[in-house]
């Protein structure tokens, strides 16, 4: 049977997509003999903005350093499949499959959601796999997200805080720190990047509530770009590396922060300097301002100008976007930038474009297609003619792309941004 036809049944065994609960889980995995006590040593990555992209150099790194290298990560782009990464390779159909036939089986029909059903589907493989690590993303927030059921990861790493999913975690940045912090463990160093001072403060008390030594950006470990070089410093000790290979000035911080983690964990895991220099390099992450190489999109423009490809959806996403986007002005000031946006209505949309004001020479606003919570292409406008940034709706990804590109300058660049959902939805279509 098809993963995407056990998936769908998966689905309709809890009235909820999200549902923040540690006990569902629990019980599961002691159905299956709990496989989170027989996994190879784990790496708990948990953050806002900048998680996935730090587990994506930690298991460059890792692997450079020939590793095998088991990695959960969400949500998918494409395919389902993509979450589960096994010693270095996504799961196969027939393997996926069966796995979740098993976990259903298991669950007995019981409720539990989609999310802790494959994440338990993918603890159950990564137990029966042989690997030397497992990098392991928080699903949301951290304290009650059903990943936080490994008692003793050899490291946890806290990526930047910021404000998102505010009906789940809190409307403060204090209150979604404290969610963040709750995969801290006694005696386990959690390695903390870029942080707001107050969520910075929030973590720390955690830390020393229940025992966990810090390793934090700024204070115990740093970095900083030298030209085409990216310079870190921790313990003491400073090396020279090349340039983050995802594009962006807050690469470097995410860069970092697996580094970080990396100089660590290398008493168990073993890695050196020209490890670090090669993951930094290899390290890939789709719809993470990605470039778009081939596909039917690029057919509507001209061959002299670019389509750039972004999922970030949250405020602190949109105003490092928008700096990029700044650098592109910068670099090449006659060259126009158009934005094609598409969000989910539980998003802020105005918080994202705020940053865009006067930065962009159009707008056009898209339905995400297929997805039910997706803001309309109309309402989508209407929130960013409240921030500042007029748009116009298109009926779709394809039509804002030949509106865009009938720009007579040279040199174009059009960014589709603003969701996941959309990202994935344009990667189908393009490899």
Partial sequence: MAP??????LLRLHPKAIDLSLGRMQRMLDALGNPERALPPVIHVAGTNGKGSTCAYLRAVLEAAGHRVHAYTSPHLVRFNERIVL????????????????????????PITLFEITTAAALLAFSRT????????????????????????????????SIDHQQYLGDTLEQIAFEKAGILKPGVPGIVGIQDPRALAVIEARAAAVGAPLVRWGQEFSARSEGER???E?????????RPALPGAHQLGN????????????????????????????AVWPARLQRLARGPLLGRLRSDWSLWLDGGHNEDAGRVIAEH????????????????????????????LRHFAGLVDSVAT??????????????????AGDAGVPAATAASVAEAVSRAGADPRAGGRVLVAGSLYLAGKVLADHG
């Avoid at 030397?132 to 805080?161: Q, S």
């Avoid at 670099?331 to 949309?349: F, I």
């Avoid at 898209?366 to 209407?382: C, N």
């Fill in 4 to 9: 995407e036809t056990i998936l769908e049944r």
């Fill in 87 to 110: 010693a270095g390779r996504e799961i196969d159909d027939p393997a996926f499959a069966a796995i979740l036939e098993e976990c259903e089986a298991r669950n007995g029909g019981v």
């Fill in 130 to 161: 042989p690997a030397d690590a497992l990098v392991l993303e928080v699903g949301l927030g951290g304290r009650f997200d059903a990943t936080n059921v490994v008692e003793r990861p050899i490291a946890t790493a806290i990526a930047p805080v």
């Fill in 230 to 232: 990216l310079v870190f």
């Fill in 234 to 242: 921790m313990d003491g000790v400073r090396e020279t590396l090349p």
């Fill in 255 to 282: 860069a970092a922060l697996a580094l970080a983690v990396a100089r660590s964990v290398a008493g168990v895991l073993g890695n050196g300097a020209v490890d670090r220099a090669r993951g930094l390099e290899r």
């Fill in 325 to 352: 986007v700044a650098g592109w002005r910068r670099a090449a000031p006659g060259a126009p930038v158009h934005l094609v946006l598409g969000m989910l209505n539980t998003k802020d949309p105005r918080g994202y």
């Fill in 366 to 383: 898209v339905t995400i297609p297929g997805e039910q919570a997706s803001l309309s292409a109309e309402d989508l406008a209407a929130a």
